[in-house]
């Protein structure tokens, strides 16, 4: 029984090492060493949404509320709009659920999760629980976004277009390629 116990105790002990180590190498500034290791880190640090994202502090934080949303057209030309959940409209007590979201939504414009596209894709083809008869179809994950006006200036126009950008185009043929 004294090596059972030895043994979880290595392991959890291992566990620590790498993710101590894996968010200590990847907060630290560019250099020689966190190019040499930032890739084996990197399978365990973006999935998990553990990274440490900078951009929210001076001296040029975010400017932009990013909207991510997926776009379906059917094989009969009807169109259908899945828009992500958002912060903002939610109230307090349903916030700390989503607490996450505005990093996934981000993670989505950074090259390393150009894969990841495709399966938040496929999700949200599954949420709108189309059926078979709407196969093939074409799916388009796009952000919706406005500037935030520079501090100073008067507030942007509420009734403004939002700006598009496409991140990628799918095609599906059926049901079962979207994992129903």
Same mark, same amino acid.
């Given at each position: 029984? +004294? !090596? $059972?116990?030895? +043994? !979880? $105790?290595?392991?959890?002990?291992?566990?620590?090492?790498?993710?101590?180590?894996?968010?200590?190498?990847?907060?630290?500034?560019?250099?020689?060493?966190?190019?040499?290791?930032?890739?084996?880190?990197?399978?365990y640090v973006l999935p998990t949404g553990l990274w440490q994202w900078w951009a929210i502090f001076a001296p040029e934080p975010v400017k932009n509320t990013l909207e991510l949303s997926v776009e379906v057209v059917d094989s009969k030309g009807l169109r259908r709009i899945y828009d992500f959940p958002r912060l903002a409209p939610m109230p307090w007590w349903q916030k700390a659920l989503y607490y996450r979201e505005p990093k996934f939504v981000a993670n989505m414009s950074v090259d390393e999760h150009v894969k990841s596209r495709i399966f938040v894709t496929r999700y949200a083809v599954r949420q709108l629980g189309l059926p078979e008869e709407a196969f093939p179809l074409t799916a388009n994950l796009f952000y919706r976004f406005e500037t935030t006006p520079p501090p100073g200036t008067a507030e942007f126009d509420p009734m403004s277009e939002k700006q598009v950008l496409v991140l990628g185009?799918?095609?599906?043929?059926?049901?079962?390629?979207?994992?129903?």
């Open positions: 029984m +004294a !090596w $059972r116990w030895t +043994a !979880w $105790r290595i392991g959890v002990s291992a566990f620590v090492v790498f993710h101590v180590s894996a968010i200590s190498l990847w907060t630290t500034p560019d250099c020689a060493i966190k190019q040499q290791f930032q890739g084996m880190y990197r399978y185009d799918f095609r599906f043929q059926s049901r079962k390629e979207v994992g129903e």
